[in-house]
């Protein structure tokens, strides 16, 4: 959209619409003073929608989300990571019974007793992501409604203070 469309000065504008013979300075003033709550609320128009576009600049993607988190509440250090929760993944042993006999790619243990690589709290985790800030007093409950805002609601995290 062309942004030229949002550009307005009241003050200019209602000066030009005053008919010539009432542009004496006491008028000016009088319809300025009119016209000064309108701009009040032209200027919260502005902030307002300037957050919108931010807002609608940002996906569901963790990058994106990490990347509005940092521009709110660490713009120059940029310290707030969204890590994964799980930290492994598993590893599947295929059983005789499931190994194809024409392709056969397995690995054998020598032993029946199966191996286990990870322990099953490695493997599984009550929160999808972690959100890791740092401890300069930012406000968590307004963190969480950016969060909770931009992510899926079938996702769950925690946010972690380092």
Sequence with gaps: MNEKVFNIDFKSLAIQWLPTFF?????????????????????EFLKIRKQNLMR???????????KRLNDLFDKIERRI?????VQFDG?????????????????????????????KSELNSEYDFIV????????????????EYFMLQ???????VI
């Design 81 to 85: 990571e969204i890590v994964k929760a």
């Design 154 to 160: 079938s996702k769950n995290y925690k946010i972690e």
């Design 132 to 147: 890791k800030i740092p401890n300069t007093g930012i406000n968590e409950f307004q963190l969480k409604a950016e969060i």
């Design 23 to 43: 542009r004496m300075p006491v008028f000016i003033s009088i319809t300025i003073l009119f016209i000064l709550p309108l701009t009040s609320i032209y200027i």
């Design 91 to 119: 590893l599947y042993f295929y059983t005789k019974a499931e190994d194809d006999p024409y392709h056969n790619k397995t690995e054998w243990l020598s032993n029946d007793n199966p191996l286990w690589l990870r322990l």
């Design 56 to 66: 609608m600049e940002v996906s569901t993607q963790k990058y994106s989300i990490q």
